[in-house]
Structure formats: structure tokens, C-alpha cells
Nanobody, 125 residues
Framework: QVQLVESGGGLVQAGGSLRLSCAASGSIFSILAMGWYRQAPGKQRELVARTTSGIPSGSNTNYADSVKGRFTISRDNAKNTVYLQMNSLKPEDTAVYYC???????????????WGQGTQVTISS
């Protein structure tokens, strides 16, 4: 069984920073992609940042236009952990942030997608 544990959410003032983390555990053979999504009240869930790795897919990092230059996604492969460093936060960044991981389980030639429980990020003006 795979588990994703998110942490780092909270309440900060506009212009402040937060660092989210998401650790994956279980019988994981390989993590192909890790990303962050968010959902604000009354809105659809949207991609915030996503990073992929490996051949033949290669490696790349994508960000939503609204967070480019402010957010940075990174990975610690040894810990199966993805981070989201959020700087210059704005009130419109307020949302529940969800970690998503695409991975291959040990002994299975299939890709599975898992979601974290979500962590609340609230930015006050």
C-alpha cells in the first residue's frame, strides 16, 4: 500500500512564504512524476507545478502561469519526497493543495496515480 503524507500548509500574510512537502512510502519501484495541484472554494482543481523524470520521457518541470517565478518544485529522490517552495504569496493562492504522484509499484508493470490528503494554505491580505 502506498501512502502520501503532506505537510507544511498554514496561514501567512501576503508576501510571505511556505514550504509544502509530500513524502511517498510503500513498495515503490520508481516515481515517474510528482506534482502539486490546488483547489479553491467554488473552483476546479488546477495544476500548480509538476516534475517528471526518466527515459524515454525525459525530465521536465512545468508551472502554472500564475505561479511562475514565485513557486519552485523540487524532489529528494532518496526520500521519495516532493517539495513546493512558495514565495511572494498572494491571497489568490489560498486553496487546498494536493500532492499527486505517478509511480510504478515493485513487481508490477503498471503506472499508478496517488493523491495526498490535501493541506490548507491560506493567505491573508
Amino acid at each position: 500500500q502506498v501512502q502520501l503524507v503532506e505537510s507544511g500548509g498554514g496561514l501567512v500574510q501576503a508576501g510571505g512564504s511556505l514550504r509544502l512537502s509530500c513524502a511517498a512510502s510503500g513498495s515503490i519501484f520508481s516515481i515517474l512524476a510528482m506534482g502539486w495541484y490546488r483547489q479553491a472554494p467554488g473552483k476546479q482543481r488546477e495544476l500548480v507545478a509538476r516534475t517528471t523524470s526518466g527515459i524515454p520521457s525525459g525530465s521536465n518541470t512545468n508551472y502554472a502561469d500564475s505561479v511562475k517565478g514565485r513557486f519552485t518544485i523540487s524532489r529528494d529522490n532518496a526520500k521519495n519526497t516532493v517539495y513546493l517552495q512558495m514565495n511572494s504569496l498572494k491571497p489568490e493562492d489560498t486553496a487546498v493543495y494536493y500532492c499527486n504522484v505517478d509511480l510504478v509499484l515493485a513487481g508490477q508493470p503498471l503506472v499508478y496515480s496517488y493523491w495526498g490528503q490535501g493541506t490548507q494554505v491560506t493567505i491573508s491580505s
